[in-house]
C-alpha cells in the first residue's frame, strides 16, 4: 500500500513537473508573440496607420491649403477628421495606443487600445489676417492705436496662453502671393505717376494711405521689424 502511495506521489510529480514546463512554454511564448507585435506598432509605418489629423471646419473650407493639406497626409495613409476646435482654423492629431498584454498566468496574450491626443497643434493664418497684425505693429510705432488692433506678438500671446500646454506651431499662408500682388500694384501706380509728371510736371505722386492711417502695402521690412 505504501509502494502505491509513493509510485502515485512520483507519478503525480512528474505530472506537476510536465505541467510546469508546458507553462513555462507557453508564457515565453507569448512574452515573445506581444514583444513582436509591440515592435511591429512601434514603426513609423505602422505607426501612420493610427495617427488620424483632426482638422478644424474653418480649414476644410480652404480652397487651396486646406484640401491640399488632407489629400497629402492621405497619401501618406494618414486618417483626416474635420470637426469644429476651439482654436480657428487649427489642426491636432490623435493616436490610437495599441498595448499587448499577457494574462496573469501568461498563458494567454490579449489587446488593448485607447486613444490619446498629441500634444502638437499647427494654426494656420491667411496672408490676409496677419498683414492686418503687421499694420497693427506699424501704426503703434508711429504713435497710432486702434481699438481691436493685435500686433502679432499680441495675437501669439494671446493663442499660446488659449491653447497652453500645447506646443504651438503658427503657419502663414499665402504671403508670398501677397508680396507678388503688391509689387505690381506698385508697379502699376509709378508708371501711372510717371505718366502724370510727364503730362504735369507740377504733380507730384503722393503715398496712398488706408482710412485708419496704416499703409496700404506691407513689405517684407515691415515683416521683420513686426516679428
Same mark, same amino acid.
Given at each position: 500500500m505504501a509502494k502505491e502511495q =509513493?509510485?502515485? %506521489?512520483?507519478?503525480?510529480?512528474?505530472?506537476?513537473?510536465? %505541467?510546469?514546463k508546458r507553462l513555462v512554454k507557453e508564457k515565453e511564448k507569448a512574452e515573445k508573440q506581444a514583444k513582436k507585435a509591440a515592435k511591429k506598432a512601434s514603426?513609423?509605418?505602422?505607426?501612420?496607420?493610427?495617427? /488620424?489629423?483632426?482638422?478644424? =471646419?474653418f480649414i476644410a473650407e480652404e480652397p487651396t491649403v486646406g484640401l491640399e493639406m488632407m489629400a497629402t497626409l492621405k497619401e501618406l495613409g494618414i486618417k483626416v477628421?474635420? /470637426?469644429?476646435? %476651439?482654436?480657428?482654423?487649427?489642426? /491636432?492629431?490623435?493616436? =490610437?495606443?495599441? =498595448?499587448?498584454?499577457?494574462? %496573469?498566468?501568461?498563458s494567454e496574450e490579449f489587446l488593448s487600445t485607447r486613444v490619446v491626443e498629441d500634444n502638437e497643434m499647427v494654426?494656420?493664418?491667411?496672408?490676409e489676417e496677419f498683414v492686418n497684425m503687421v499694420e497693427a505693429y506699424c501704426n503703434q510705432q508711429t504713435g497710432l492705436h486702434l481699438k481691436g488692433q493685435l500686433t502679432v506678438e499680441e495675437r501669439v500671446k494671446e493663442l499660446f496662453s488659449n491653447v497652453s500646454p500645447k506646443r504651438c506651431t503658427v503657419v502663414v499662408y499665402g504671403l508670398e502671393k501677397h508680396y507678388r500682388s503688391n509689387k505690381t500694384k506698385t508697379n502699376r501706380e509709378y508708371r501711372s505717376a510717371v505718366l502724370n509728371a510727364t503730362n504735369d510736371p507740377s504733380s507730384q505722386p503722393k503715398k496712398q494711405r488706408k482710412k485708419d492711417g496704416s499703409n496700404s502695402v506691407v513689405t517684407r521690412v515691415d515683416v521683420e521689424e513686426a516679428l
Open positions: =509513493e509510485a502515485l %506521489q512520483r507519478k503525480r510529480a512528474r505530472e506537476d513537473l510536465k %505541467q510546469e514603426s513609423k509605418h505602422e505607426r501612420m496607420k493610427y495617427v /488620424t489629423a483632426v482638422f478644424d =471646419e477628421k474635420i /470637426t469644429s476646435l %476651439q482654436v480657428p482654423r487649427s489642426v /491636432t492629431w490623435e493616436r =490610437e495606443v495599441h =498595448e499587448h498584454e499577457c494574462s %496573469q498566468d501568461s494654426v494656420l493664418w491667411p496672408a
